[in-house]
């Protein structure tokens, strides 16, 4: 069992910066991939970034590509996401999840377990 609980989170201007943190509780952190996914208001959840156990292993969607960036210290059982340039279309519930799949997994389901979320809204 993994326990996730999501930080950092809040109301941001356009083209300003956010670090959003989870830290996870249990067994064997270091040996889950981790990701970030969000969901914003009305529509289905999508994938944002994916991180190997090791760290070494990062994966991002298109849209953030080059403006976020995942990274973990597994020493602290935390992973971060560094949300960089912002854009009112990033507002959303941003969620963390724990998976042992070995592949950069893209989809929700590949995850086995789930923070509760942080809201992130970007003003424009």
């Known amino acids: 069992q993994v326990q996730l609980v999501e930080s950092g989170g809040g109301l941001v201007q356009a083209g300003g910066s956010l670090r959003l943190s989870c830290a996870a509780s249990g067994r064997s952190f270091s040996s889950y991939r981790m990701g970030w996914f969000r969901q914003a208001s009305g529509k289905e959840r999508e994938f944002v970034a994916t991180?190997?156990?090791?760290?070494?292993?990062?994966y991002y969607a298109d849209s953030v590509k080059g403006r976020f960036t995942i990274s973990r210290d597994n020493a602290k059982n935390v992973v971060y996401l560094q949300m960089n340039r912002l854009k009112p279309e990033d507002t959303a519930v941003y969620y963390c999840?724990?998976?042992?799949?070995?592949?950069?997994?893209?989809?929700?389901?590949?995850?086995?377990?789930w923070g509760q979320g942080t809201q992130v809204t970007v003003s424009s």
């Open positions: 999840a724990a998976g042992l799949t070995v592949v950069a997994a893209t989809t929700a389901g590949k995850y086995d377990y």
């Open positions: 991180i190997s156990w090791g760290g070494k292993s990062t």
